[in-house]
């Protein structure tokens, strides 16, 4: 019987579920799991561009046919099925949307399967009935010719971020794809992470110490860690303007990546300030208590605290050694408070900080 060689590019979490991916071998009408052998892919290029909540995902893949012919592949791209405090009706909805492979110039045609799980026969989406008790996963099938050498292949989608009680916003990607093509490992890896301007951010760091984290732009790789219920520390990014960059080669994955925003309205968290905020050394705007008593240098604290997060260079001892305490803080002598714009909740929150002042 002939068979189709299938294989999986890449995977995504949606509402804090972690995708998963798998290699397909197609034997009539039933695709199974299965792994490359003989094509590599010895480079990818992983952009993620966060807007409002959406990430947007552009890469670039190159795959090595070291075979002196054509071969054609079946290749599964899976998004899993939404979970948590949703509904039935968002469950059985696919959060991916402008889904594209792009080959040659050429967009390649695709159809849309599901399965109840990631090594699962696939089927019609319509004879599932998803729930947060029954997850599933949708896969998008399409072929690819590989020719002879070096095969680029342009990807891109959307997806919206997930979240939970710990974290604002959460984004994943699937690493581990990249062990199931021949090697079993990415030769070349290069991962771009631009979060917006004026940014803190975490990324778990699954990398090895031969990793290369470099700012393309204004910001810092921090020194600040923390764990994120897992054998690996997440490394806090603080990002003015421009992208992360993370450069590895051979990179056998065998976990995922993760990144997201613990907080998106104060830098200050008990992720990683848990220490400090225990021991009264450190104040959380964002937790502002009408009913509590502050001092009025508490209440100084707080209010410039907003303005801390923009960098503005203070001109008091007294605020200037506070807030070099957090890695986070960049001051920005050229930075004047006339060119600071406050969000609507950051104004709210310094209109009640104003307030109890006053009293």
Not at 33 to 55: G, N, P, V
Not at 250 to 258: A, G, W
Request: charged letters at 25%.
């Amino acid at each position: 019987m002939k068979t189709t060689l299938t294989a999986v590019l890449l995977t995504i979490l949606t509402f804090s579920v972690f995708g998963n991916d798998g290699v397909y071998l197609n034997r009539g009408s039933i695709i199974y799991s299965t792994t490359e052998t003989r094509i590599s892919l010895d480079k990818e290029s992983l952009s993620f561009t966060i807007r409002d909540r959406i990430a947007q995902v552009d890469i670039q893949f190159e795959f090595n046919n070291p075979e002196n012919k054509e071969r054609k592949l079946l290749i599964g791209f899976q998004a899993p099925t939404t979970t948590g405090d949703v509904s039935d009706e968002m469950s059985n909805e696919n959060q991916i949307s402008n889904f594209r492979i792009l080959k040659d110039g050429l967009i390649l045609p695709f159809k849309l399967k599901a399965a109840e799980c990631a090594d699962c026969e696939l089927k019609d989406p319509k004879e599932f009935h998803f729930s947060q008790r029954k997850t599933g996963v949708f896969v998008y099938l399409f072929e690819v010719t590989f020719k002879p050498g070096i095969n680029k292949i342009n990807h891109s989608y959307s997806f919206p971020a997930s979240k939970n009680v710990a974290y604002d916003q959460i984004y994943n990607y699937i690493l581990t794809t990249g062990a199931k093509w021949a090697n079993g490992s990415i030769k070349d890896l290069t991962i771009y992470i631009d979060m917006g301007t004026n940014k803190y951010f975490f990324v778990d760091d699954i990398f090895s110490q031969k990793t290369n984290w470099s700012i393309i732009g204004s910001g810092k790789v921090t020194n600040k860690k923390f764990y994120n219920f897992d054998p690996d520390s997440c490394t806090m990014v603080r990002m003015l303007s421009g992208k992360l960059q993370i450069d590895i080669n051979d990179f056998k994955p065998t976990r995922n990546i993760e990144f997201g925003i613990i907080n998106e309205n104060s830098f200050i968290n008990r992720t990683t300030d848990l220490a400090k905020i225990l021991k009264g050394e450190v104040l959380e705007p964002d937790q502002l208590n009408q009913d509590t008593i502050y001092s009025k240098n508490e209440l100084k604290i707080l209010r410039n605290t907003v303005y801390a997060q923009y960098g503005y260079a203070f001109k008091s001892k007294v605020l200037n050694e506070y807030f070099s305490q957090f890695e986070w803080y960049m001051p920005d002598p050229n930075l004047t408070m006339e060119q600071i714009v406050l969000t609507e909740k950051e104004q709210v929150l310094i209109d009640k900080i104003a307030k109890k002042e006053k009293e």
